[in-house]
């Protein structure tokens, strides 16, 4: 009968039987002891049945918590085996927070309300804090009302939400570090058996290996992934150091073998794609693609002031520009168009090729310097007459490609602003051009050339007007008078208010044949007789009525203009106006007086440019 799993009542009513065919009381006790001893071994034997079915679910639990190695899946399938294993109706996890010094719901199996899984429980709160802190299973058949627990906090908030009556919690414990408590838990009252908590706290040692064994897999997996990370940007930089070296050497080689801006940009455009160009400190392209200035002067200035690579869009097309210097020297800039983007290794690499156009620069720049120092030490020899000796000089200018038997135009000239360096630069540029020499003399700029008909070369290649004085020569004889004759004149423009203009001798009129008909004394003598009364007013009594005749005639004999150039009112015009007629003539405006005026002004203003 227990082979067949006979049910207790087949028992009894063997007994019966037994007693209905009239079996005496020995036979009968004899059947009862038996029966009793047969229940006994019935009960031993489900017994046994259900802890192995419970260690075989264990040990599985075991072997599929082994094989997941995500720490999020690993939490999820030891909530669902703990509900699976208890028969409960929910089963939660939570981990301790070391720094926050509390317990955090971490996963939940059954739950239906979502405040559960947002709850935090202080150490020694609760049954779940009381585990976490003491590291020993708790449980209870009905929770809220068990005055051995802390009740304080939301926790009963949540529990009274979720109606949840049994709780059984065991601590997750790696050796004797408790890092959470495994729960289950029940929506109506319910002892837990010493063998529910034996089960449940057996799972949780296999739990905590396995949390553990995640998060070792987990760490490893990340560690590996930076490895793999850092390998590749190693080999990435390794590569683009290469890559760099490579181009640098080759750009270093342009320089060595004497190439031009034209190699460094070609050799550029052909590492990093696009189209390069070699920008002048103006902003003008003079190398690589010359067609168009191909970055936007906002791009360019924020370039050279922050002395960085600037990135730059025009029309929809990314470029980028990086400035071209000798320390705080701007020499140009280096253009790329072409490319939307650039990395660390192709930023280098433009950077670099600025540095060897800034090499091959300097070194024209110093080229271009011991030409023009030689050229400028020749053109101040034959303008002050040193070196006398025709064979000797002829040599000298022939040997730097200057024929000086053929008429000469000599230009002396000056920028309004003082900027002589380019003003040098330009003409140095065009005397090489024309076969003629250029220099910087006494704050000016001398440039001789062969005569010819294009006097506004100099303001053409600055960019700007050029106040300059021209004079012709012919032979060595005449190079310094002419020379003479061509800063006089600049000098005229300048103390009679028209810089920016070119003009020769004979285009400045009356003075120029005043100052070539009368001398010095005549000149001062008519100054004197002219204007002489207002000269010595302004001397003896510290007035301005002198620099109150130019301003009048300046603004053509409007009053009002006059005054305005003054800073004064009119009324204090027509008061020192009145002062004039008492000191020259009442007539002092008509026309014929007023010519006389106005010429000794503009004379007396010559004399003090002239220093005459």
Request: overall charge negative.
């Amino acid at each position: 009968m227990l082979l067949d799993e006979a049910p207790v009542e087949a028992l009894e009513q063997l007994v019966e039987e037994a007693r209905g065919t009239g079996a005496d009381a020995a036979r009968l006790e004899e059947l009862r002891e038996t029966s009793y001893l047969a229940l006994q071994l019935r009960t031993v034997l489900r017994e046994r049945r259900r802890r192995e079915s419970e260690l075989a679910a264990l040990y599985a639990t075991a072997g599929d918590l082994i094989s997941i190695r995500a720490p999020q899946r690993v939490l999820q399938a030891i909530a669902r085996r703990a509900r699976e294993l208890l028969d409960a109706d929910t089963a939660y996890l939570t981990l301790i927070d070391e720094e926050a010094g509390d317990t955090y719901m971490r996963v939940t199996d059954g739950m239906v309300t979502p405040d559960f899984g947002r709850v935090r429980l202080p150490l020694g709160v609760g049954l779940g804090g009381l585990v976490a802190q003491t590291a020993t299973p708790y449980f209870t058949s009905d929770y809220l009302n068990d005055d051995r627990f802390d009740h304080a906090g939301r926790i009963d908030e949540v529990v009274q939400a979720e109606d949840i009556r049994a709780i059984l919690g065991v601590p997750l414990k790696l050796g004797d570090e408790v890092i959470g408590v495994l729960f289950a838990a029940n929506r109506h009252s319910r002892p837990f058996t010493p063998d529910e908590v034996n089960l449940l706290s057996s799972l949780a040692a296999h739990a905590a290996i396995a949390i553990e064994n995640a998060r070792l897999f987990d760490r490893s997996q990340r560690a590996l992934e930076e490895l793999a990370a850092s390998t590749a940007v190693v080999r990435a930089h390794s590569d683009a150091v290469e890559r760099a070296a490579a181009v640098h050497e080759r750009l270093t080689d342009i320089v060595l073998q004497g190439g031009s801006l034209d190699d460094v940009a070609r050799a550029v455009a052909e590492v990093l794609g696009g189209t390069v160009t070699v920008l002048d400190p103006n902003g003008r392209p003079v190398a690589g693609g010359r067609d168009e200035v191909p970055v936007t002067q906002a791009a360019l200035t924020e370039a050279w002031e922050a002395g960085r690579t600037i990135s730059d869009e025009r029309d929809g097309d990314r470029g980028w520009v990086t400035p071209v210097a000798a320390g705080a020297d701007p020499l140009g800039a280096l253009a790329l168009r072409g490319r939307d983007r650039l990395d660390d290794a192709d930023l280098r690499t433009f950077e670099r090729a600025a540095q060897s156009i800034a090499l091959l620069l300097l070194h024209e720049r110093a080229t271009a310097e011991a030409e023009l120092r030689l050229r400028g030490e020749l053109l101040e020899d034959l303008l002050s007459g040193v070196d006398r000796v025709p064979e000797v000089t002829t040599r000298r200018t022939r040997l730097l490609g200057v024929d000086l038997e053929r008429p000469h135009t000599v230009q002396v000239a000056s920028v309004p602003g003082h900027d002589r360096r380019s003003l040098l630069a330009a003409a140095a540029r065009i005397a090489e051009d024309r076969g003629g020499l250029a220099a910087e003399r006494h704050g000016a700029v001398v440039l001789l050339v062969p005569a010819g008909d294009d006097l506004d070369g100099l303001a053409t290649a600055v960019g700007r007007p050029v106040t300059c004085g021209v004079a012709v020569a012919t032979g060595l004889e005449q190079l310094p008078a002419a020379y003479e004759e061509a800063d006089r004149c600049r000098r005229a423009l300048v103390a009679l208010g028209r810089d920016g203009e070119v003009a020769r001798a004979a285009d400045l009129g009356v003075f120029a044949l005043l100052f070539n008909r009368l001398g010095r004394e005549e000149l001062e003598r008519f100054v004197v007789a002219t204007i002489g009364p207002v000269l010595d007013h302004d001397e003896a009594r510290g007035t301005e009525l002198t620099a109150t005749l130019e301003a009048y005639f300046d603004a053509g004999g409007n009053l009002v203009r006059a005054a305005e150039a003054l800073h004064v009112h009119v009324n204090t015009l027509y008061q020192r106006g009145e002062r004039i007629a008492r000191l020259l003539s009442p007539s002092w405006r008509e026309p014929d007086e007023a010519l006389q005026l106005h010429l000794a002004l503009q004379v007396r203003r010559l004399q003090a440019a002239l220093g005459e």
